[in-house]
C-alpha cells in the first residue's frame, strides 16, 4: 500500500487555503492601512511639538525640517509612513508675513485619502 495524498485531496486542501485567505487578506490589509494613520498622527503630533519648542525656545520658526534635527528637538525626520520618503513632508508658512521662518505647520505628500474619507494631507 502506497503512502501519500491524491492528486484530488491535494487540490481540496490548496481551494480550502486559498478560500481562507480570501477571507483573511482584506482584514490584514485593513490593519495594515490603520496602522500607517497610527504612525502619521504620531509622527504630525511629534513634528508639531518640536516646531512649537523651537519656536518657544527661538522666538520664530525654523526654516527647514532639517533645522529640527540640526538643533537637536528631533533625532531624525521620520518617513512619511504613506510615502514612506522623508523628503515628502510638506511644510506650511507662517500665516503671519512678519513671523521669521518657513516651516510653521507639517502635513503628509501623500495624495491618498483615509478610511474617514479626508485626504492625509489635511491632517
Do not use: C
Not at 490589509?29 to 508639531?48: A, V, W
Not at 527647514?64 to 514612506?84: G, H, N, S, W
Request: net charge negative; no cysteine; proline share 7%.
Amino acid at each position: 500500500m502506497k503512502r501519500g495524498f491524491t492528486l484530488i485531496e491535494m487540490l481540496v486542501v490548496l481551494a480550502i487555503l486559498a478560500m481562507l485567505l480570501t477571507i483573511v487578506s482584506p482584514k490584514f490589509m485593513h490593519m495594515l492601512q490603520r496602522s500607517k494613520e497610527t504612525t502619521l498622527r504620531h509622527d504630525l503630533l511629534t513634528m508639531r511639538d518640536a516646531i512649537d519648542k523651537f519656536y518657544s525656545d527661538k522666538n520664530r520658526y525654523p526654516e527647514v525640517l532639517e533645522e529640527l534635527v540640526e538643533r537637536q528637538y528631533l533625532k531624525a525626520i521620520p518617513p512619511d509612513p504613506m510615502t514612506e520618503r522623508s523628503d515628502t513632508w510638506v511644510i506650511t508658512l507662517p500665516p503671519n508675513i512678519d513671523e521669521q521662518g518657513s516651516v510653521f505647520d507639517v502635513h503628509s505628500g501623500s495624495n491618498q485619502v483615509s478610511g474617514d474619507g479626508t485626504p492625509y494631507a489635511v491632517w
